[in-house]
């Protein structure tokens, strides 16, 4: 099986790489022609690092018939990529942000649906089994009546622009995928966000969110999504019943004290890497047909949830999710 991952220009894309470069039975080619101009050889010199192929362009990529893309570009680039990889009927993996309106979000779910292939967008913490429990035990009425669900990502500060957008569009999408699981695809009604900046180094872009969602069957969701300069790991969730709660964290701390070599605090986080079980998802899912984690049709309802949220943000009041 052929994949390719698409530019360096995320932070997790030599994640994917080492990781796909692994795994059995996968061909994998790189490449990353839309270099920043202070590094027009990133790509290359990446590839080299890695000991993986690479491409100097995305019609070479396209030509080669990879039968999935792992797109890790910058987010105002994500349409072109998707269509591309559409067109070519490439199975797709893409990473957050997704897109930087729900116009092209919905451009990038149809431009697959035309190809006949998956658009699944990248949030590891959906394809836990530990999740998958939960999920279940929701479903057949353990905590109840399901009343509000509270959740928390707080990751490093990053250096963003404007298109990649701060902590409420990076680091939102990830709960309101967990929450868009438990809720069988119930689309949001109604939003109210609130954003600072402290910790941003770019004017305009946020580094904190904290964002209340309702939903027509009355379930009320409050999460906060920003920067931290200490991160607590996650994402975390709690759903709360009627009845019951139940937690969810996707990255809990195994071990945790202070480390002489680095003057500062250590974690060790337990459980599995959901990176790779999110990749043996994908690669299974191009013979199966089926996968697990959010697909196009809920990377457009979060990234209405998202686009809500920043009007909410500018204008201080609550906002009605378009459908």
């Given at each position: 099986?052929?994949?390719?991952?698409?530019?360096?220009?995320?932070e997790?894309?030599e994640t994917?790489v080492?990781l796909?470069r692994?795994?059995?039975?996968?061909?994998?080619v790189?490449?990353?022609?839309?270099?920043?101009p202070g590094?027009p050889a990133r790509?290359?010199a990446?590839?080299?690092?890695?000991?993986?192929?690479?491409l100097?362009?995305?019609?070479?990529?396209?030509?080669?018939?990879?039968?999935?893309?792992?797109?890790?570009s910058?987010?105002d680039?994500?349409?072109?990529?998707?269509?591309?990889?559409g067109?070519?009927?490439?199975?797709?993996?893409?990473e957050?942000?997704?897109?930087?309106?729900v116009?092209d979000?919905?451009a990038?779910?149809?431009?697959?649906?035309?190809?006949?292939?998956r658009?699944t967008?990248?949030?590891?913490?959906?394809?836990?089994?530990?999740?998958?429990?939960?999920?279940?035990?929701?479903?057949?009425?353990?905590v109840?009546?399901?009343?509000?669900?509270?959740?928390?990502?707080?990751?490093?500060?990053a250096s963003?622009?404007d298109?990649?957008?701060?902590?409420?569009?990076a680091?939102?999408?990830?709960?309101?995928?967990l929450?868009?699981?438990?809720?069988?695809?119930?689309?949001?009604?109604?939003?109210?966000?609130?954003?600072?900046g402290?910790?941003?180094?770019?004017?305009?872009?946020?580094?904190a969110?904290?964002?209340?969602v309702?939903?027509?069957?009355g379930?009320?969701?409050a999460?906060?999504?920003s920067?931290?300069l200490s991160?607590t790991?996650?994402?975390?969730?709690?759903?709360?019943?009627?009845?019951a709660?139940v937690e969810?964290?996707?990255?809990?701390?195994?071990?945790?004290?202070f480390?002489?070599?680095t003057?500062?605090e250590?974690?060790e986080?337990?459980?599995?890497d959901?990176?790779s079980?999110?990749?043996?998802?994908?690669?299974?899912?191009?013979?199966?047909g089926?996968g697990?984690?959010?697909?196009?049709?809920a990377?457009?309802?979060?990234?209405?949830?998202?686009?809500?949220?920043?009007?909410?943000?500018?204008?201080?009041?609550p906002?009605?999710?378009?459908?």
């Amino acid at each position: 099986m052929k994949v390719a991952v698409l530019s360096f220009a995320h932070e997790r894309a030599e994640t994917y790489v080492r990781l796909l470069r692994d795994m059995p039975g996968v061909d994998l080619v790189t490449a990353d022609p839309d270099g920043p101009p202070g590094d027009p050889a990133r790509g290359r010199a990446m590839a080299e690092r890695l000991g993986v192929s690479y491409l100097d362009s995305w019609d070479e990529v396209f030509a080669s018939r990879p039968d999935a893309v792992v797109i890790t570009s910058e987010v105002d680039r994500h349409l072109e990529l998707v269509e591309l990889a559409g067109e070519a009927e490439a199975q797709v993996l893409c990473e957050y942000p997704f897109a930087t309106s729900v116009a092209d979000a919905k451009a990038m779910m149809d431009a697959c649906d035309i190809g006949g292939v998956r658009l699944t967008l990248a949030s590891p913490a959906c394809f836990s089994e530990a999740f998958a429990a939960v999920r279940r035990g929701i479903a057949e009425g353990v905590v109840g009546t399901l009343t509000t669900i509270h959740g928390s990502y707080n990751t490093l500060p990053a250096s963003r622009t404007d298109a990649d957008g701060g902590a409420l569009c990076a680091n939102a999408a990830y709960l309101l995928d967990l929450v868009d699981a438990v809720l069988d695809g119930e689309p949001a009604e109604q939003v109210y966000a609130q954003t600072n900046g402290v910790l941003s180094a770019e004017p305009g872009v946020e580094s904190a969110a904290v964002l209340t969602v309702r939903y027509p069957s009355g379930v009320v969701v409050a999460i906060d999504c920003s920067w931290s300069l200490s991160p607590t790991g996650g994402p975390v969730m709690t759903f709360v019943g009627d009845r019951a709660s139940v937690e969810y964290d996707a990255c809990p701390r195994l071990l945790g004290g202070f480390d002489a070599a680095t003057d500062g605090e250590r974690s060790e986080p337990g459980g599995v890497d959901l990176y790779s079980v999110m990749l043996r998802d994908f690669i299974a899912a191009f013979d199966s047909g089926k996968g697990n984690g959010p697909d196009g049709p809920a990377g457009l309802r979060t990234t209405r949830v998202i686009r809500a949220a920043y009007e909410s943000a500018r204008t201080g009041q609550p906002v009605d999710v378009g459908r």
